[in-house]
């Protein structure tokens, strides 16, 4: 039987024509039936739901308890299993392109964490954490994140922040580079992936999932970029689960979808994977793709 992933459900959110309300653009919700079909006809202006949220306040929003109010799903994600959730807004110049929903579920078996870092608009050398899930890792690992700031350039949230692009850690035990890897160790993490994210409050944030190793944060994850031609896109770096370190250039259901991604600049979905670009100098310049079954 193939072991659940972290992250169970990605959809995403465009605005309509007049960019009065965000509404379904697409998304892969796995075993999750009930949940996707109360998802479809919703809507949702400035301010609404966690979607809105994101896009009134112009950065990232972790959510560890969906029984919040904020969120309008509640009843169904929590029988589904879900039990946090993560909007990501993208802006192009200022504007909004799309706001991604991730989703993510564990328990006793299947454990994992999420934690959201800042940087200003204030000035500071520091990256410090805004908000985290940290489920079934325990409060030990929770309490080391909080009290830990990281410089540019330092550990798995000061290396996205230095290099403005997605980083995949494979392996955080001793020699990694990762500050906390002792905690994460004895909590069963042992794998971790930060991406930047953009905002539009003048300070930067980078999120982070940290996975157990019985719960993958994703069956695959990896980042495409453009290969210099009008059209066409190479893969960067990939990493599955159990294969490993992905070489070569890549499935071409997947390349087809990050080149529709990199052109539009808005997010593309398959039955399974979701491709999110990424445009930190107003451009697309990364595409980050993930593969949930």
Same mark, same amino acid.
């Given at each position: 039987m193939a072991r659940k992933t972290f992250i169970r459900v990605a959809e995403f959110w465009l605005p309509n =024509? #007049? $960019?009065? =309300? @965000?509404?379904? $653009?697409g998304g892969v919700f796995g075993d999750c039936k009930h949940f996707e079909a109360a998802t479809r006809s919703l809507r949702f202006g400035r301010g609404e739901g966690l979607p809105g949220?994101?896009? #009134?306040? $112009?950065?990232? %929003?972790? @959510?560890? #308890? =969906? !029984? #919040?109010? =904020?969120?309008?799903?509640? !009843? %169904?994600a929590q029988a589904e299993g879900l039990s946090c959730g993560i909007a990501l807004p993208l802006f192009q110049h200022g504007a909004l392109r799309a706001v991604v929903l991730l989703f993510c579920g564990d328990d006793e078996d299947h454990a994992g964490a999420i934690e959201l870092w800042r940087n200003g608009p204030e000035p500071s050398p520091d990256l410090t954490l805004v908000d985290g899930y940290y489920g079934s890792t325990g409060d030990t690992f929770a309490f080391i994140s909080r009290a830990t700031a990281f410089r540019r350039g330092t550990g798995l949230p000061g290396r996205v922040w230095a290099e403005g692009e997605p980083v995949f850690m494979g392996d955080l035990g001793k020699g990694s580079g990762f500050l906390r890897a002792d905690g994460a160790v004895k909590v069963g993490i042992n794998r971790g992936f930060a991406l930047p994210c953009p905002s539009t409050d003048g300070a930067d944030y980078v999120i982070a999932f940290l996975s157990a190793l019985a719960t993958p944060i994703a069956r695959a994850v990896s980042a495409w970029e453009s290969d210099g031609t009008?059209? $066409?896109?190479r893969r960067r770096f990939g990493f599955a689960e159990p294969e490993g370190r992905l070489e070569g250039p890549g499935p071409q259901d997947e390349a087809l979808l990050a080149a529709q991604a990199l052109q539009s600049g808005r997010p593309a979905t398959s039955t399974s994977v979701v491709a999110m670009p990424f445009m930190p100098y107003g451009m697309p310049t990364t595409i980050l793709m993930l593969r949930l079954d």
């Amino acid at each position: 039987m193939a072991r659940k992933t972290f992250i169970r459900v990605a959809e995403f959110w465009l605005p309509n =024509l #007049d $960019g009065s =309300l @965000l509404e379904f $653009g697409g998304g892969v919700f796995g075993d999750c039936k009930h949940f996707e079909a109360a998802t479809r006809s919703l809507r949702f202006g400035r301010g609404e739901g966690l979607p809105g949220t994101a896009w #009134d306040k $112009g950065h990232p %929003i972790v @959510l560890g #308890d =969906l !029984a #919040d109010p =904020l969120f309008r799903r509640s !009843a %169904i994600a929590q029988a589904e299993g879900l039990s946090c959730g993560i909007a990501l807004p993208l802006f192009q110049h200022g504007a909004l392109r799309a706001v991604v929903l991730l989703f993510c579920g564990d328990d006793e078996d299947h454990a994992g964490a999420i934690e959201l870092w800042r940087n200003g608009p204030e000035p500071s050398p520091d990256l410090t954490l805004v908000d985290g899930y940290y489920g079934s890792t325990g409060d030990t690992f929770a309490f080391i994140s909080r009290a830990t700031a990281f410089r540019r350039g330092t550990g798995l949230p000061g290396r996205v922040w230095a290099e403005g692009e997605p980083v995949f850690m494979g392996d955080l035990g001793k020699g990694s580079g990762f500050l906390r890897a002792d905690g994460a160790v004895k909590v069963g993490i042992n794998r971790g992936f930060a991406l930047p994210c953009p905002s539009t409050d003048g300070a930067d944030y980078v999120i982070a999932f940290l996975s157990a190793l019985a719960t993958p944060i994703a069956r695959a994850v990896s980042a495409w970029e453009s290969d210099g031609t009008a059209t $066409g896109v190479r893969r960067r770096f990939g990493f599955a689960e159990p294969e490993g370190r992905l070489e070569g250039p890549g499935p071409q259901d997947e390349a087809l979808l990050a080149a529709q991604a990199l052109q539009s600049g808005r997010p593309a979905t398959s039955t399974s994977v979701v491709a999110m670009p990424f445009m930190p100098y107003g451009m697309p310049t990364t595409i980050l793709m993930l593969r949930l079954d």
